[in-house]
Structure formats: structure tokens, C-alpha cells
């Protein structure tokens, strides 16, 4: 499944600097603080990896295996501990999953205590989409966590090559995600940037097998697709590792 998923993050946003910061571990008790290239301490030495996005996007903290968001001027955005969080296209808005607790959501920058986890799964789909899962139906939800429909259906997943050729030949716009309404047929849905579900024809030749792999939805994929900590640069001649 992370293989479909090439839509991924790093070098897809504006304002992708990771070259004007750093993080460093200090010696006697391998703590992590994140800095500015110039100097500037952003985080307390506390944690013990960071997680760059964007300029725009907060930096997430790991410590003891959980994680928080800080803003790149030091200040912590939320309260309580999550064991998942990921970065959506929009900086204001991550996904989560809090400590201890079994759903997903979409936290909100601007008013995080109000985000509500409710999702059994959050998983991407083209063009920084996503498909969510609630009380067994999957629904489609914009780059920003918002819901494009209330429908529910049966599946709804990260379209193929096939998919794409299919659609361009009935449709204008962008294909985003491609579903199904249920299992009685062969007949798939398309879903386009509007929010649009097209029915669809099934595939020449299409195997179940392929279907069956294309509505697999492995929890909270987008984790594995987040950009990668900022690079290590070497460590200067004192008692502080850089990092």
C-alpha cells in the first residue's frame, strides 16, 4: 500500500526549508532539542526526535514514544499526548490519535480541544485526499480533514494506473480516489477534487484480487509517509552531539 502512495509530502509544499534547522543531543542524557540555523532554541531538551513539514507546518516531537506539535517559535499547540500524528496539506490542521484512546481525527489548529475522534482509520488517497472510516463505511474528505460527501460506501481507496486511464476517457478533472457503492457487481465509483462520485464501468479484465487490494486501508498510512527528520549534520568539538 505505501508504495501506490507517491503523493507524498517532502518537496510537494511551499516553504520546505529543513536546510535552516537543526536538532541537537545532549550528551548526558541524550535529550533532543530542535534549533534554528542560526542558533536559536525553538524546544526545551526534552524530546527525542523532531519532524519537519513545512515553514508553514508545526514541528512534531516525539517523546517516550509519544508525540506533541510545536510551532517554529517554541510554542506547544497541544494539550495531552497522542500516540499518532501526522501532517495534512493545510499547516492549520493535523491527524491524531490520542494516547490510550482508539479513534482518529482532524485536529484544528486554531481550536484543537474541539477535534473529535471519531474515525476508525485515516488513510491517504491522491492529491493529499483522504478516506476515512466510520461505523464500517468509508467516506472521502478534502486536503483540509473536511468531508466532501455524507454518503458512505462500501470502499474507498488510492486509484490506479487503469483507474486514471478510465476516467480521463469519460471526465474532465482530477481523479482522486476510487471506490465502491458495494460488492454485488463489478461497477466502481471515481471520485474527482470536487468531491464528485462518478459510477463507472468495472476495469477490461479486472481481477478481484486487484479490487480486494486496492480497498485495503492500513491505519494511519499517512504516518509512513511523512518527510524524515532534518538531516544529521556532523557533531563540533564540545561536549553537545549535534544531531
Same mark, same amino acid.
Given at each position: 500500500?505505501?508504495?501506490?502512495? /507517491?503523493?507524498s ?7 520546505? #526549508? ?6 541537537? =543531543? ?10 534554528? /540555523? ?7 531538551? %526534552? *524530546?527525542?526526535e ?5 515553514? @508553514? ?10 508525540r506533541? /506539535? ?7 499547540l497541544l ?24 479513534g ?9 480541544d &474541539? ?8 488513510a ?7 478516506? !476515512?472510516i466510520?461505523?464500517?463505511? *468509508? ?16 470502499s474507498?481507496?488510492?486509484p490506479? =494506473?487503469?483507474?486514471?486511464? /478510465?476516467? =480521463?476517457? #469519460? ?6 480516489a476510487?471506490? =465502491?457503492?458495494?460488492f ?5 465509483v471515481?471520485f474527482? %477534487? ?8 468495472? @476495469? ?6 486487484? !479490487? %480486494?487490494?486496492?480497498? !485495503?486501508? &492500513?491505519?494511519?498510512?499517512?504516518? %509512513? ?9 556532523? &557533531? ?8
Amino acid at each position: 500500500y505505501r508504495d501506490r502512495y /507517491a503523493e507524498s509530502f517532502y518537496g510537494k509544499l511551499p516553504k520546505q #526549508q529543513p536546510d535552516r534547522y537543526y536538532s541537537i =543531543r545532549r550528551g548526558n542524557d541524550q535529550s533532543v532539542a530542535f534549533f534554528r /540555523a542560526d542558533g536559536r532554541q525553538i524546544t526545551p531538551f %526534552e *524530546y527525542k526526535e523532531f519532524t519537519y513539514c513545512s515553514d @508553514l507546518h508545526p514541528v512534531l516531537a516525539l517523546k517516550d514514544g509519544l508525540r506533541t /506539535a510545536f510551532d517554529l517559535n517554541g510554542k506547544k499547540l497541544l494539550s495531552g499526548s497522542f500516540s499518532h500524528l501526522g501532517f495534512t496539506k493545510d499547516p492549520r490542521v493535523l491527524i491524531g490519535k490520542r494516547a490510550n484512546e482508539d479513534g482518529y481525527g482532524f485536529i484544528h489548529l486554531d481550536r484543537p480541544d &474541539a477535534a473529535k475522534f471519531e474515525y476508525e482509520t485515516i488513510a491517504p488517497c491522491k492529491a493529499f485526499f483522504f478516506a !476515512v472510516i466510520k461505523g464500517g463505511k *468509508y467516506y472521502l474528505h478534502d486536503p483540509s480533514g473536511k468531508p466532501m460527501s455524507f454518503e458512505g460506501f462500501a470502499s474507498i481507496g488510492m486509484p490506479g =494506473r487503469e483507474d486514471h486511464v /478510465a476516467f =480521463r476517457q #469519460q471526465h474532465k478533472g482530477k481523479l482522486v480516489a476510487r471506490g =465502491r457503492r458495494n460488492f454485488d457487481t463489478d461497477n466502481w465509483v471515481a471520485f474527482d %477534487e470536487k468531491g464528485k462520485a462518478w459510477d463507472m464501468a468495472p @476495469l477490461p479484465d479486472e481481477a478481484p484480487e486487484f !479490487v %480486494e487490494q486496492e480497498v !485495503v486501508l &492500513a491505519p494511519m498510512a499517512v504516518m %509512513e509517509e511523512m518527510p524524515k527528520p532534518v538531516p544529521v549534520p556532523p &557533531a563540533p568539538p564540545s561536549d553537545a552531539k549535534v544531531h
